[in-house]
């Protein structure tokens, strides 16, 4: 199992007016890495980027029902974008978060 960092968005002033994206860690859990292979060029917020694709799954918590597709994991010091948040079945005890590496633009 590794241990991921969760991390959410938040938008802070800067100093010229302008308005940058910081990201706070929210929480971190264990869960289970799968490597989907090498992903081909998408178009995902209006850019244009190579991604690895990866399946992260957790325990069901209060916590890991929070995350979004504004979010992303820090694994092993590598960025993740959450991609796909599956929906939440009562029944499972998992969440499988489809991730893509790389910095959001």
């Given at each position: ?36 292979g ?13 991604e ?50 790389g910095?959001?633009?």
């Amino acid at each position: 199992m590794l241990i991921a960092e969760f991390q959410a968005p938040s938008q802070v002033a800067t100093p010229g007016g302008g308005r940058q994206t910081t990201w706070q860690t929210q929480f971190s859990l264990a869960g289970v890495y799968r490597s989907l292979g090498q992903g081909n060029e998408t178009e995902l917020a209006g850019a244009m980027a190579s991604e690895g694709l990866a399946v992260f799954k957790v325990r069901r918590t209060a916590s890991a029902r929070q995350v979004d597709r504004t979010w992303r994991l820090v694994l092993d010091n590598r960025t993740w974008n959450v991609l796909r948040v599956p929906p939440i079945n009562l029944r499972s005890r998992w969440i499988a978060f489809h991730i893509a590496e790389g910095d959001p633009t």
